[in-house]
C-alpha cells in the first residue's frame, strides 16, 4: 500500500517536472523568436492588418519591429524576412534550414502537401528532379520550347489582328497563349483558342489564383479551419482548384489508356511510365503526386507568366516613350521579316532592361510563397523552431516608377535587384522555370513578336 502511494506520488513528481520544464522550453524559444506586436487570442494580429494591403502592413510593421519579425495570421504564427538583406541570408545563405515550404491554405484546401509545389521533404526533392528533367528534355527534344513560344505569339498576333483593332480585354488572349506552351510540354498538344473547356480552366485558375490576392483570400488564410465550412467566395475558389484538379485527373486517365512506355509523348506520359518502373509500395511516383504536380506546372506556367505580360502591356502604354524605344530596338534588330529569337535578347539590352523593369515593378507575387524552417533554426539573433513556424518572405517595397533607362546601361546582375531568392540557383526551392529557361523567354518572345506587328492604344488613360 505504502508502496504503491510512494510509486503514485513519484509518478506525479515526474509528470508535474516535465510539464515545467515543457513550459520553459516553450518560453525560452518563444523569447527567441524575432520581436512583433502582441497576438490576441485566436484572432491573433488581425486588427494590425489590412488583409486588402497584407503587404503594406508588413512592410509598416517591419518599420518598427525590424526585417525580421513574428506575427500571427489567427492563430497561426508566422516570421516574415522583409527586405533583400534579409531574405537572400536566409534563403540563399542558409537554403538548406529553409528550403520547406511552408502553409498556404487555399491551395492547401486541394493539394494538402501533395505535388511538387506544396510538399515538403523527400517528397519534394523527388518530385522537382524529375520535374526539372522531364521539362529540359521536352523544352528541348525536337519541336524546342523557342519554336513552341514562336508558334504561339504567332497564333497571338493573328487572334489580335482577328479583331480588326477593337478594343479588347486583352486577359484570355495573353493567357490561350501561356498556357499553351506548358500545356504543349504537360498534355503534348496545345489547344484551340475557341476551345470550351480551355476557355473555363483559364478562368477557374485566373479565380483561384486573384481570390489568393483578395481581402477574403487573407481572411480565408488566417481563419482557415472555420472559413472552410463557410459560405463565401472562398467556395467558389476550392470549386475553381477542385475543376482543375478533375480535369487533370482525365487527362491522366486518357494518358493511361493510350500508353506507349517506350514513346512518351508529355510530361504525363513520362510520369507514369516512372510510375511503372518503381517497385517501392512507399514511391512518391504515385497518382496523386502525378495529378497534382502536372496542375502545378500548368497553373504556374499560365498565371505568372500571363498575369506579368498583361501588367507589362499595361506599364508600355503607361509610357509611350519606353514603347517607342522598344519598337525602335525591335525594328532594327529584328525587323519584319522574321520571328524574334532567344538569341536576339543578347542585342537588345533596352528590351531586355524594360522585361527586367515590368517583372519588378510588377511584383506579382509580392510575398513569395511561404517557406517553412526544415529543423530548428538560428537565423540572426533567433531561434525559429520547426514546428510551428512559416517564414514568409517579402522584397522591398516597390519604387513608384518604371525605370527602364537606368537599367539598360547598368551592368548589375538583374536577378539580385528584383528576386534576389526566386529565380537564385542556390536556394532549394527556386521557381522551377528558372532551370528550364523559359521565364524570360517567353515575355521576350510574346512581348517583342506582339510589339513588331502592333501599338497600344487604350480607349481611357491606364490607371
Ligand atoms: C514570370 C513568371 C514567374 C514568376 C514571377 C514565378 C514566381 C515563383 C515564385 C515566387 C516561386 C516560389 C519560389 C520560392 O519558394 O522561393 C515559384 C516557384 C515555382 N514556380 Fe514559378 N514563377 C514564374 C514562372 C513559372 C512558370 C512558367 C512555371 C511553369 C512550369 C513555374 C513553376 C514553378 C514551380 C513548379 C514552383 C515550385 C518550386 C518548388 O516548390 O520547388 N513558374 N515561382
Redesign the pocket.
Known sequence: MLASGLLLVALLTCLTVMALMSVWRQRKLWEKLPPGPTPLPFIGNYLQLNTQQMSDSFMKIGERYGPVFTVHLGPRRIVVLCGHEAVKEA?VDQAEEFSG?GAQATFDWLFKGYG???SNGER?KQL?RF?IIT?RDFGMGKRGIEERIQEEAGFLIEAIRGTGGAFIDPTFFLSRT?SNV?SSIVFGDRFDYEDKEFLSLLSMMLGSFQFTATSMGQICEMFHSVMKHLPGPQQQAFKELQGLEDFIAKKVEQNQRTLDPNSPRDFIDSFLIRMQEENNPNTEFCLKNLVLTTL??FF???E??ST?LRYGFLLLMKHPDVEAKVHEEIDRVIGKNRQPKFEDRAKMPYTEAVIHEI?RFGD??PM??A?RVTKDTRFREFLLPKRDTNPM?LKLPVSGNMNPHALSTSRLGRHELH?P??FCPK????????T?L??RH??HVCIASYLRDMNFLSPKAPP
Not at 536556394?427 to 528558372?434: F, K, S
Open positions: 534563403l515550404r511538387v509545389t506544396f519534394a522537382r520535374s521539362l501561356v506548358i502545378n506546372l504556374a506556367g499560365t505568372t507568366v506579368t517583372q506579382i507575387i513569395g510563397l517557406r518572405s528576386m531568392h526566386t536556394t532549394h526551392r527556386t521557381c522551377v522555370l528558372q528550364v523559359f521565364r517567353k515575355p
